[in-house]
């Protein structure tokens, strides 16, 4: 019998000794050290790497890019100071002088030119070769001055720049690409420290950076899938900024004391394509009317969403330039919605929508919200939800979406362009629509130069996708975060953190 | 006795073989990961760029034979989507799963063994109905809302243990105690009925005869043949425990294996997966291998009666 008990506590005590090599508990947080809870890990600090929401906003903590966007998203100098356009197809662009990566090298026109041709060299596998596919070159002037030369008049060329991360030429050279992720150098507010994959990545301040000193010492970004969990963190202290808090949560935050609820209309939408290019009824414009008409959008935006959400009117968010507030939204009119399927001829009509689950805010529910809309004002539809991301994004970039499919869209870029082509152009692989006169009004818009004709082109090509009815016209999602109050924080309109705006 | 193990270890290579060929076909039936990994507005000239890249190209049994290859030599190969080696990203996250896994039996353990024991001994008493109802919750409540139970009352309300994460011993109680639940709960089940069997069988009830104290009748004669199943019962729980690592993870942050293997799933990062598989299936295989050597160790006979066969 003994040597039962003698194995029992061999295989205990080989337990209990794993159980024991934990890490000591890493930090007490100082006063002015913050914690950063999101739902997913990075997936890269080789910020080249990458096209991810969450993980360019860990990454602009450590990496700088040429311009970028303020608070309220406008344009200004980062590692530019200046741009100007040469001549229609040549930027110029002045660098920032006395700027150094957090290794000591120096920032100037060779990490320029380096860093955009890398995204390019055949074997890296860089999901951002979409974002600059307008540049043909980079020529360098002199150290401190170098020039975009497009293949085409591109007027998005400063919010590209906003997507240039800047990467340290010698020092990737020298560590390679795999090491270059792992260990990150760039010429961010922030210093890399560490990264334990999926439990945390630390940074902390550079003080020398050219924006002056950051009022946070280290950040600790953690990535906690779990919506309790990461409310939990929150409301214990554990975290002092939380992300993607769902509406139907806001009580349980309200109600601690040492935390508020900070909330900023989003740049994505989220809107529900209607698969025009299937033929049938789908085609006839009257039918996509009378389904916009048959929706009451703010009815379910304050029902489901608790009013945390904003219609749209067309297929932009007020966020981007290029908007334009004066165009009407659909009236939810189930009288006017019957009128014109009547004279399309399509009084029986049946459809599907399809819909993710968990991808975006109560995605699921408002789908169902809306098929029931839709069927109680005459026209029968089936929600079909597609809970494996995978096998929904496979059905819309195979063109072979169910009647209506829900989608969500916002580019880190914010250029109007984006939100218009890749959803409703011929031919792209989001789009299941096709109109001509709106595809030649895209790509007159995207091509001119002048800042005035631009403005007047988007409205007038948004107008056109309004009455063509190509979605139901959506609502801009709500970015809702929880705030420990000891941080004096507001959120941007662009989905990003950015540790430089956080004040105590 | 090495016959035994050589033939067992052969049979492992070839269980590991299969499972190495179901998990290629089925990921290989799931779709395109290059979807997944380019933006949606990518285009198509980008995505069979990057098909070619990543071999996707190739007839299925060249990419099988060439990912066997490697594997025997330990290579499985960049994962696609962090485009770091399969096997450092195991190695990063495996001792985080190991330590709960180890942690959440540890605690099965040494509740459930005593109490099924005790309950056992004292057949029908208070505390064996305090037992049974334990066995009852334990085995009735999912991991995951027991999982956020526990953070709610000892996290939120009480204070005692962090919400979330790995920070040491203290962030290892919540998880553990959510992922061993359920194994307690069998555990203990299995203690009280193995050992109710032994305590009805002739030779104790001789030893009894003979005027054997209650406690060395129990402890040295039934406790040793009672063992024997829960040894086989604490194996496959290993592997089980090994399973629901991947919910208990995901709501407690844990940042092991098992969040890694549904993250690489959906991003359908075939290297990783197949990784990840064939790490828990060696692991699966050997442990399970263990015990049964464990079983010979405690009942001789068993060798005997296998190697006739």
């Not at chain 1, 600059?132 to 400063?158: G, N």
């Not at chain 2, 962090?82 to 190991?98: W, Y």
């Not at chain 2, 104290?213 to 425990?241: Q, S």
Request: with cysteine; net charge positive.
């Amino acid at each position: 019998m003994r040597r039962i008990f003698q194995s029992l506590a061999t295989i205990l005590a080989v337990f209990v000794t794993m159980a024991g090599a934990a890490p000591d508990p890493a930090w007490a947080a100082g006063e002015r050290d913050i914690t950063v809870a999101q739902g997913i890990d990075a997936e890269f600090l080789d910020v080249q790497m990458t096209n991810n929401i969450v993980t360019l906003i860990i990454n602009t903590s450590i990496y700088d890019t040429l311009l970028t966007r303020d608070k309220q998203l406008q344009l200004v100098p980062a590692l530019a100071t200046s741009h100007r356009l040469v001549s229609e197809k040549v930027w110029e662009v002045k660098l920032r002088p006395g700027v150094t990566f957090h290794n000591g090298e120096p920032f100037d026109a060779t990490a320029v030119k380096f860093s955009f041709e890398r995204i390019y060299r055949a074997d890296f596998k860089s999901p951002q070769k979409g974002w600059f596919s307008t540049i043909e070159r980079v020529e360098i002037v002199d150290p401190h001055t170098v020039r975009f030369h497009t293949k085409v008049p591109d007027p998005a060329m400063p919010a590209r720049m906003t997507l240039m991360y800047q990467l340290a030429p010698k020092y990737v050279a020298q560590v390679g690409d795999v090491q270059a992720n792992l260990k990150p150098v760039g010429t961010g507010p922030f210093k890399f420290v560490e990264w334990t994959k999926n439990d945390r990545i630390i940074v902390e301040a550079n003080d020398a950076h050219w924006s002056g000193k950051p009022a946070v010492r280290r950040a600790t970004w953690r990535p906690i899938p779990e919506l309790g969990a990461r409310i939990a963190a929150l409301q214990t202290g554990q975290a002092d900024l939380i992300v993607n808090v769902p509406p139907d949560q806001l009580q349980t935050l309200t109600a601690t004391r040492s935390v508020r609820v900070e909330k900023m209309p989003s740049c994505r939408i989220i809107y529900f394509g209607i698969a025009q290019i299937k033929g049938g009824a789908l085609a006839d414009r009257r039918v996509r009317q009378a389904i916009n008409h048959a929706v009451d959008v703010q009815g379910i935006l304050d029902s489901v969403l608790q009013g945390n959400g904003k219609r749209i009117n067309s297929s932009m968010p007020p966020n981007v330039w290029g908007y334009d507030p004066s165009i009407p939204f659909y009236d939810y009119n189930p009288k006017k919605a019957k009128e014109l399927l009547t004279a399309a001829g399509q009084t029986n009509l049946q459809l599907t929508l399809q819909a993710p689950n968990g991808r975006w805010a109560m995605d699921k529910d408002i789908a169902q919200a809306v098929a029931g809309q839709l069927t109680e004002n005459g026209i029968k539809t089936n929600v079909k939800i597609i809970g494996e991301w995978g096998s929904y994004v496979r059905s819309v970039l195979d063109h072979k979406t169910e009647d209506i499919f829900m989608n969500g869209w916002c580019l880190p870029s914010l250029e109007p362009d984006h939100w218009v082509t890749p959803n409703l152009h011929t031919g792209e692989p989001v789009s299941q629509y096709s109109n001509l006169e709106v595809d030649k009004l895209m790509e007159q818009a995207r091509a001119e130069m002048n800042t005035e004709k631009r403005k007047q082109l988007y409205s007038q090509l948004l107008r056109l996708i309004r009455d063509d009815a190509p979605w139901i016209f959506g609502y801009q999602q709500m970015d809702i975060y929880g705030v420990n109050n000891r941080l004096k924080w507001t959120p941007r309109g662009d989905e990003s953190i950015r540790l430089t705006e956080i004040g105590f | 006795m090495l016959a035994y193990v050589l033939r067992r270890l052969l049979q492992s290579v070839l269980v590991l073989l299969g499972v190495s060929v179901i998990v290629f076909g089925l990921l290989h039936l799931t779709g395109d990961p290059t979807r997944l990994l380019l933006p949606l507005e990518a285009r198509e000239e980008d995505v069979r760029q990057l098909r070619a890249l990543l071999g996707l190209d190739d007839p299925l049994w060249v990419q099988y034979l060439r990912f066997l290859s490697r594997a025997v030599r330990g290579d499985f190969g960049l994962s696609f989507k962090h485009q770091v080696p399969a096997l450092t990203l195991i190695r990063q996250t495996l001792p985080a799963t190991l330590e709960l896994t180890a942690a959440g039996l540890a605690l099965a353990l040494v509740v459930a063994v005593p109490a099924g024991i005790l309950a056992a001994l004292r057949r029908n008493s208070l505390l064996d109905a305090v037992c049974s109802v334990g066995v009852l919750l334990g085995q009735a409540m999912p991991v995951y809302w027991l999982g956020l139970l526990l953070i709610l009352v000892f996290a939120v309300w009480l204070g005692w243990f962090p919400a979330a994460g790995r920070d040491g011993p203290a962030s290892l109680v919540l998880p553990a105690t959510a992922l061993g639940a359920f194994s307690m709960a069998r555990i203990a089940r299995m203690a009280r009925s193995g050992m109710l069997e032994v305590l009805a069988q002739d030779y104790v009830r001789t030893a009894r005869a003979a005027g054997l104290r209650t406690f060395v009748v129990t402890y040295k004669y039934a406790l040793k043949n009672a063992a024997i199943p829960l040894v086989t019962i604490v194996g496959l729980e290993f592997g089980i425990l090994l399973g629901g690592a991947v919910i208990t993870e995901t709501i407690f942050a844990w940042p092991g294996v098992g969040r890694l293997a549904v993250d690489a799933i959906f991003s359908r990062d075939y290297p990783l997966v197949q990784a990840i598989v064939a790490m828990l299936a060696t692991l699966f295989v050997l442990i399970n291998l263990a015990m049964d050597l464990v079983y010979t160790y405690l009942d001789p006979r068993i060798v005997f009666v296998r190697s006739k066969q």
